[in-house]
């Protein structure tokens, strides 16, 4: 008769500063992550002495080991361009993944579902600093631009940065195309954490 047993190991892909690798590490015996960004990987390090953080691109990366379960959160995967990038993101993803292995990957906005011109912020204040985020995103084509402007105020005085970001919006359908093209089984679970889901799955 077949026993379940609690996953032994997690790899976070495009894992930035390590804030879920920090909670995962308290689940899982063994974590590591994936970081293509130097200074979010420095980081992270900093917070997870031991923890493997790899620098890599999510679209190609082989570490030569598997993993139990892989997740890829915070809609990382809609940096990609195009159904091809995407396809590849998939594919590292089940090269990585034990036979039976858990995938969590968070999605973007799927086409109908993203609100031309929204706009959100939020403010942070924490040991003498305070940090402010406000964003404003339009539709172009079949991608988002986002428009991120952060101020952070602290003893030092005031300073203020702004990114552009853009993210593909690629259709349901396209997700699952990619996943089961890798040998991954998902199913698209609508509404947390973000409203936009979570695709939830196994490697065959």
Known sequence: ???????????????????????????????AGVEISDAMRRIAAGKLPGVPIHVADMRDFDLGERFDVITCLCFSIAYTRG??????V?????????????????????????????????VVEDDGRVVSRVSHSVRDGRTTRMTVRFTIAD??????????????????????????????????????????????GVRD
């Open 1 to 31: 008769m077949p026993t379940s047993r609690w996953p032994g190991s997690l790899l976070d892909i495009a894992c930035g500063t390590g804030a879920h690798l920090t909670r995962f590490r308290e689940a899982f015996p063994r974590v």
């Open 83 to 88: 159904e091809d990038e995407l396809g590849r």
């Open 90 to 122: 998939a594919a590292s993803i089940a090269r990585h993944l034990n036979p039976g292995g858990v995938v969590v990957v968070e999605p973007w906005w799927f086409p109908e579902r993203f609100l031309d011109g929204f706009v959100t912020g939020s």
């Open 155 to 200: 003893r030092s005085g005031i300073r203020e940065f702004t990114e552009q970001e853009v993210l593909s919006l690629f259709t349901e359908a396209e997700y699952a195309s990619a996943f089961a093209h890798a040998g991954l089984r998902v199913e698209h679970l609508a509404g947390p954490p973000n409203g936009r889901g979570l695709f939830v």
